[in-house]
């Protein structure tokens, strides 16, 4: 048996020093594969030479005199007890290595707020900067992110992504199901669903537990916004709008609002470059309508002819507004338009409360009385509204379609509110088809 702990300090340091001298590095052996490369810096490098499966390998164990010979042989031992077992000391040096810049880089990213890697809250937010973000406007975005922020990272964001399961995840959404925010519940699992689908595609998990709970939650309630759709109740709310005591510029927002077909955030953020009073036009540019964002990218422009009714609010809002950007400013700066919130809230002072009307409730209430009162086909309706078209080739059709059906249909509409608002005798369509 080959001898072993052969050194001494005294001996590595006459070594050192004769290296110095002669400027040549000089090995020195301690026995059992250990030796020491005395450098002529002075300093000495401990190396463990080794077979495994019959190929020689080599081993640092650090610098002399940072590494003192008893630690040195403390090394090697363990190295050997390792080659013994069947291990490989190289292989577990390197796991090292790459287990401790996995920890800094991990440790670095936590701390940036961005979740360790294999985390559920690391994969989360790879999925949301990758892929989310590429997909979706970035209000709807940043929506979804505070929405795991909030919902599922403070219980959910440290732990490896591979080992949640079904249980665990319901567990985190009951929690938003428990305050009584169904629908969020609902984003919330369609969310993650989509975080570990992202986890698959990307090595980081083999399953979705979101599919398994797709019968586990309350369902959403059915809710449409509120409107209100008959003629009678119509008319009154008409003649309300007109009477609104408010600022000129939420008047004339309001009754626009019953004349256009437009959503609320198309109609406040209206700009005067968009409205052609020459053509009693107004176009709405295609990357602000309610589309997905690749949808918008060269979208067609939507729009929108002016009812007679319609281009004299428009000539009587001019002088307040028409020097500015916005058809509708917001009352603190030109700078913006309106907030969200302004028509809804000068509905309340006209006493409609939220289950009555809404901004929004007067798409509904034209989509159903133009097709019940005034007998204009679906597809005019809905190609006015800007209702999605399932196919790329109906989308494309869909760009130009029914313009002049589309502009007498807003005349007849705004000729329709006028009777309403002065209280004329309205028969259903199908009434008076049959007494005719």
């Not at 949301?128 to 975005?141: D, P, T």
């Not at 369902?219 to 008319?235: E, F, L, N, S």
């Not at 989509?367 to 989308?395: N, S, Y």
Request: one cysteine or more.
């Amino acid at each position: 048996m080959a001898a072993s702990d052969i050194l001494t300090d005294k001996a590595i340091k006459a070594a050192l020093k004769l290296a110095e001298r002669e400027g040549v590095s000089r090995r020195i052996s301690d026995g059992s594969g250990l030796y020491l490369d005395a450098r002529p810096t002075g300093s000495g490098w401990w190396r463990l030479r080794f077979w495994r499966d019959g190929k020689e390998g080599m081993l640092s164990l650090g610098t002399y005199p940072d590494t003192g010979l008893r630690d040195a042989r403390d090394k090697r031992d363990a190295a050997r007890k390792l080659l013994a077992a069947g291990g490989d000391p190289s292989a577990e040096r390197k796991a090292g290595r790459n287990a401790k810049k996995a920890r800094a880089v991990a440790d670095r990213l936590v701390a940036e707020g961005k979740g360790a890697p294999g985390t559920f809250e690391g994969v989360a937010r790879e999925w949301l900067e990758v892929v989310h973000a590429a997909k979706v406007s970035e209000g709807h975005a940043g929506r979804t992110r505070i929405r795991l922020e909030n919902d599922a990272f403070p219980w959910l964001g440290a732990r490896p992504i591979a080992d949640i399961e079904a249980p665990e995840l319901l567990q985190v959404i009951r929690r938003v199901e428990g305050r009584g925010a169904i629908e969020t519940a609902h984003r919330l699992k369609d969310a993650c669903g989509q975080v570990f689908r992202y986890g698959i595609a990307t090595g980081q998990c083999s399953r979705n537990p979101a599919a398994d709970l797709r019968d586990a939650l309350r369902p959403v309630p059915t809710r449409h916004h509120a409107a209100i759709v008959d003629p009678k109740r119509a008319g009154e709310l008409l003649r309300d709008l007109v009477t609104y005591h408010g600022h000129p510029i939420t008047c004339a927002a309001l009754q626009l609002s019953a004349l256009l077909l437009l959503r609320p955030g198309e109609l406040r953020q209206m700009e005067w470059a968009w409205v052609d009073l020459d053509v009693a036009m107004v176009t709405i540019p295609g990357e602000l309508m309610k589309r997905r964002k690749a949808e918008k990218i060269n979208a067609t422009p939507h729009v929108v002819p002016l009812a007679p009714q319609a281009m004299a609010i428009l000539l009587g809002l001019a002088p307040l507004t028409g020097a500015g950007r916005f058809v509708f400013p917001s009352l603190q700066t030109s700078a913006r338009p309106m907030s969200e919130n302004t028509v809804n809230v000068a509905l309340r002072r006209l006493g409609y409360d939220r289950e009555t009307m809404t901004a929004h409730g007067f798409r509904a209430m034209a989509r159903t009385m133009i097709a019940e009162r005034l007998g204009i086909a679906a597809e005019v309706i809905e190609a006015q509204l800007a209702h999605a078209v399932g196919d790329a080739l109906g989308r494309a059709y869909n760009r130009t379609q029914f313009i002049e059906q589309r502009r007498d249909m807003m005349r007849r509409w705004a000729d329709y509110l006028d009777m309403l608002r002065n209280g004329a005798e309205v028969i259903p369509i199908t009434q008076a088809r049959r007494s005719i």
